[in-house]
């Protein structure tokens, strides 16, 4: 996953979305908590270069050296801390006041790997260091607003050079078990509709409900403090949220 094509177009499909949500709200949880924290799937930096660019003290962590590689490139004045590592057992050598993990980041992994991953992030931080997560469900898949194992186009925008980027995308659904099978194709195509350029790739997502990350967090040695949401601070999550954020802090027996 996000490689070659699928690398390079990621941010230019979230540059095409508009601003970015998420972005205040990291803010806000990161303004609580002194000394430097660490972005897991910080990807190209899409969130990671603003926040350094605002003088937040952060590192980034990837298991793409794509991404990181496109991270570097658009950093421009600044030489991040990039970590190439999977979020399981990563060891950067630090301890940080806190660790956030963007929408969708913690959704990629093998559910079997998630308690070990909240272990290791953990280990990472100071006694009383938070924790940032975002993840969503799926309810156009869940409610058949999309129609299952059909292709759509879900991403389209106008490139610089006047080609057209697109990903198109079918998905299966697995609903006891929580799953959600994507499969993308990106494609750059002419004016004349000519294809360019052409890569595939497969995600599988699991979605978690808020009572199951809190018994998550709580098992891990975290104490949940909020869960927003859809991205607006101070407003708790109903049941018709999407996007699920949830902040944590590192529990420590007194």
């Not at 949500?21 to 799937?41: C, D, H, N, R, V």
């Not at 999977?86 to 308690?115: C, H, K, N, W």
């Not at 993308?184 to 978690?208: C, N």
Request: one cysteine or more.
């Amino acid at each position: 996953m996000y490689d070659q094509l699928e690398a390079r177009l990621h941010d230019v499909f979230w540059a095409a979305e508009g601003d970015n949500a998420e972005l205040p709200l990291i803010k806000g949880f990161l303004q609580q908590y002194a000394g430097s924290a660490l972005e897991l799937g910080c990807g190209s930096g899409r969130i990671l270069l603003p926040l350094l660019a605002d003088g937040y003290l952060m590192e980034g962590l990837d298991n793409s050296e794509d991404m990181l590689r496109l991270c570097r490139e658009s950093a421009g004045d600044f030489s991040p801390v990039l970590h190439h590592a999977g979020m399981e057992d990563f060891r950067t050598g630090s301890v940080y006041g806190a660790v956030t993990i963007p929408a969708f980041t913690l959704q990629l992994l093998p559910p079997d790997t998630i308690a070990e991953v909240f272990a290791n992030i953990r280990d990472h931080l100071h006694p009383g260091g938070g924790l940032y997560l975002t993840t969503f469900i799926p309810w156009a898949e869940l409610t058949g607003e999309l129609e299952e194992g059909v292709w759509f186009l879900d991403q389209e925008t106008e490139l610089p050079d006047g080609n057209t980027a697109q990903c198109h995308t079918r998905f299966y659904i697995k609903r006891l078990s929580q799953e959600l099978l994507r499969e993308h194709r990106y494609q750059i195509l002419s004016p004349a509709g000519e294809v360019l350029e052409s890569s595939d790739s497969v995600h599988k997502l699991t979605w978690f409900w808020p009572r199951e990350i809190g018994k998550i967090l709580t098992d891990a040695g975290f104490s949940t403090q909020q869960i927003i949401g859809d991205f607006t601070a101070g407003e708790p999550c109903d049941d018709n949220s999407q996007m699920i954020t949830v902040i944590a802090r590192r529990h420590d027996d007194e």
